[in-house]
């Protein structure tokens, strides 16, 4: 059954470094995505991304967090310099397509340890 | 912003009886709603989903009830196995332009052997 993918699954990184966190969406979809749930808390939607380009994105997506879609399987998260508050589960998730009754399908997540 | 409530953080239930699990919502405007399950370090794994317009959607062992007008969904769980042990959660969906789900904030299901 084709699955999302992420990489690494768990990333420790210094405070004000920059990471990328890796997803390969399953391979008909056409809608990928980013949600992160900090420890005890809710998951939060990050970003929606659509042919190339950002479809929407919550208030948490500041300057610091980019996405991109290098080539075409991989699905990328960066954040330029991280903060202590940026630690959490990071999600990818992928859609066959938008809008309501096309369910989400979501990765393994990758947790992001900032020291 | 707890558009979407899930007010129960844990639940136990004897394996082979009924598990349910509740979900609340304020925003009228979501018209789409979905379970999905998460053991730990793993991602969400999609369950089950209904749509505004029904009240009412099967799957196996899994039903989805939507009460619009009480702004009510739950999750019910027939016979419950011990291998559905896990936190469940409950997201909604608004109709038009957007795609993000809003998440309530999960139910531990323990189900006993």
């Known amino acids: 059954e084709p699955e999302v993918t992420q990489t690494p699954s768990h990333q420790v990184t210094q405070m004000g470094q920059e990471v990328i966190l890796r997803c390969v969406p399953i391979s008909n979809h056409l809608y990928f995505y980013w949600y992160r749930q900090i420890l005890g808390q809710k998951v939060e939607f990050l970003v929606s991304f659509y042919n190339n380009e950002i479809s929407e994105k919550s208030e948490i997506f500041d300057d610091q967090f980019s996405v991109e879609r290098p080539d075409g399987s991989n699905f990328t998260l960066k954040i330029r310099s991280t903060k202590l508050e940026d630690s959490a589960m990071y999600f990818c998730?992928?859609?066959?397509?938008?809008?309501?009754?096309?369910?989400?399908?979501f990765g393994p997540g990758t947790r992001l340890t900032v020291t | 912003d707890q558009q979407v409530k899930q007010n129960s953080p844990s639940l136990s239930v004897q394996e082979g009886r009924i598990s349910i699990l509740n979900c609340d919502y304020t925003n009228s405007m979501f018209d789409y709603f979905l379970w999905y399950k998460k053991y730990p370090a793993e991602g969400p794994t999609f369950l089950i989903s209904?749509?505004?317009?029904?009240d009412k959607n099967e799957d196996g062992r899994f039903t989805v009830f939507l009460n619009k007008s009480a702004k009510h969904l739950s999750l019910h769980i027939v016979p419950s196995q011990p291998g559905d042990s896990a936190v469940y959660f409950c997201a909604a969906q608004e109709g038009g332009a957007t795609n993000k789900l809003i998440f309530g904030t999960g139910t531990l299901l323990a189900v006993q052997p």
């Open positions: 998730a992928s859609s066959e397509t938008s809008g309501s009754s096309y369910e989400q399908y």
């Open positions: 209904i749509s505004s317009i029904k």
